[in-house]
Nanobody, 117 residues
Framework: QAQLVESGGGWVQPGGSLRLSCAAS????????MGWYRQAPGKERELVAG??????TYADFATGRFTISTDNAEKMFYLQMTYLKPEDTAVYYC????????????WGQGIQVTVSS
């Protein structure tokens, strides 16, 4: 099972930007699914953006503001977030499922993003 570690979270004012990074212990090419999820207090964890079988998916709230990308050489994937809103405040998790896995895959430990003035 892969190890995933997030970084890049923190506090930002509304309208600002942050880039979250996820460092993987395996080559990005080892994964069939990669993505970012978030969980706000009192809410269910939800998909933000992800790659599966060559296609990219964004949640409606992320479309046009967030971009998921990878750096295969560095074994990293990213979530660039722009025009952040207070409702984007949540703990963000990266997630990946290796090619040989049939279960739930691996999760990072989560990183806090706070959007407030």
């Amino acid at each position: 099972q892969a190890q995933l570690v997030e970084s890049g979270g923190g506090w930002v004012q509304p309208g600002g930007s942050l880039r979250l990074s996820c460092a993987a212990s395996l080559s990005i090419l080892s994964f069939k699914t990669m993505g970012w999820y978030r969980q706000a207090p009192g809410k269910e964890r939800e998909l933000v953006a992800g790659f599966t079988s060559g296609s990219t998916t964004y949640a409606d709230f992320a479309t046009g503001r967030f971009t998921i990308s990878t750096d295969n050489a560095e074994k990293m994937f990213y979530l660039q977030m722009t025009y952040l809103k207070p409702e984007d405040t949540a703990v963000y998790y990266c997630h990946a499922v290796a090619l040989w896995e049939s279960g739930f895959g691996s999760w990072g430990q989560g990183i806090q993003v706070t959007v407030s003035s």
